[in-house]
């Protein structure tokens, strides 16, 4: 029986899916399976995975499911104690499964999440930098909670990649990925599991290498629903926060936060797949910001930025023009603003 099961999703990544393998592959750790799910790849993907001769991998050859599905299909199939996340355009480094087991294991806890380096090409070029927080070990579930609220901002908390897992807790407690949505369910998958934690390694040690590229990443499309859907990790955060008994005034950040997430929709309005005309683009923004008064009314103890970015949601035509310079920022330096 492998104590761990990695699961990787693969779709069209012909490019990086050799790297991803032989990463996972040459772990100083070597008790795992590898799945390995290709999710209807129409590239040679499929055919570089089966050119791989390892008895720990298991290969699942798939019609187009969409990453959550093809995730929960590997967490169906998984064998091991533990379960880790990798994509399949990402690596990891060769002792990320040897230490995150040792800590989880050594502390009993019921997750481990470590920081992650960012990988962003750019014109064929390549810049890292690293996301982590300060190491903590969160052994209620009060704890657990205000440790969340406080790494919320970027992918510490959202992705799954950076977590080790517990399969039982998964499993006897039907979590999944939502894929009925296409934006933060691997969020949503989270904070379901964390409901059922009572202790939780929030380490500062990176061993994941996220690959973004700035020309085609999904963050940058324009769609309608977003700011709906930002709207829903809201609700499901103030639910596992109300559950994990913080006060209001303790998860009052979470209301800041939702400022932040306000403008990461206005910036995809400057998207070339943005074809809402002028008029358009004013008549979404001063319909959200009505929509969402209350929780921007709740806000407090604002830093300076977001202060101004409060102020500026008076006046949609301003937030136009400041989103449209916070997207130019956004494409020509996303790695500065992932430190």
Avoid at 128 to 142: D, I, L, R
Avoid at 209 to 236: A, C, G, P, S, V
Avoid at 317 to 326: A, D, T
Wanted: aromatic share 12%.
């Amino acid at each position: 029986m492998p104590k761990i099961s990695v699961i990787v999703p693969v779709y069209n990544t012909e490019n990086y899916i050799g790297r991803c393998i032989d990463s996972i592959l040459n772990q100083s750790f070597s008790n795992f399976e590898l799945i390995l799910i290709n999710d209807g790849s129409n590239d040679r993907s499929s055919e570089i995975i089966k050119n791989y001769e390892d008895n720990r991998i298991v290969f699942i050859d798939n019609n187009n499911n969409g990453v959550s599905e093809t995730r929960n299909i590997g967490i169906k199939a998984a064998k091991g104690e533990y379960i880790q996340f990798v994509d399949s355009d990402d690596f990891i480094d060769k002792d990320m499964l040897k230490d995150t087991l040792k800590l989880l294991e050594d502390s009993n806890a019921d997750c481990v999440m470590t920081g992650l380096y960012l990988d962003i090409e750019q014109d064929s070029k390549i810049s890292t930098s690293t996301q982590t927080f300060e190491y903590f070990e969160a052994e209620n579930k009060k704890d657990i909670a205000l440790n969340v609220l406080a790494r919320m901002g970027g992918t510490y908390i959202n992705s799954p990649i950076n977590k080790l897992y517990k399969r039982n807790i998964i499993i006897e407690n039907n979590i999944f990925m939502d894929k009925s949505i296409d934006l933060g369910e691997d969020f949503l998958f989270n904070l379901m599991y964390l409901k059922f934690c009572n202790k939780v390694i929030f380490s500062d040690k990176c061993y994941y290498h996220y690959w973004m590229k700035i020309e085609n990443n999904l963050t940058f499309k324009f769609r309608e629903n977003k700011l709906d859907l930002m709207y829903l990790m809201y609700k499901k955060s103030e639910e596992y926060f109300k559950l994990s008994r913080l006060s209001k005034d303790e998860y009052r950040d979470l209301n800041n936060l939702f400022i932040k997430w306000m403008y990461s929709c206005f910036i995809d309005l400057h998207n070339s797949g943005c074809n809402l005309t002028y008029k358009e683009k004013i008549k979404y923004l001063k319909e959200a910001i009505v929509k969402y008064d209350n929780i921007i009314k709740g806000t407090n103890n604002l830093g300076l930025v977001q202060r101004i970015l409060k102020l500026t949601l008076k006046y949609p035509s301003i937030v136009l023009l400041i989103s449209k310079i916070m997207y130019t920022i956004k494409v020509k330096y996303r790695n500065l603003i992932y430190r």
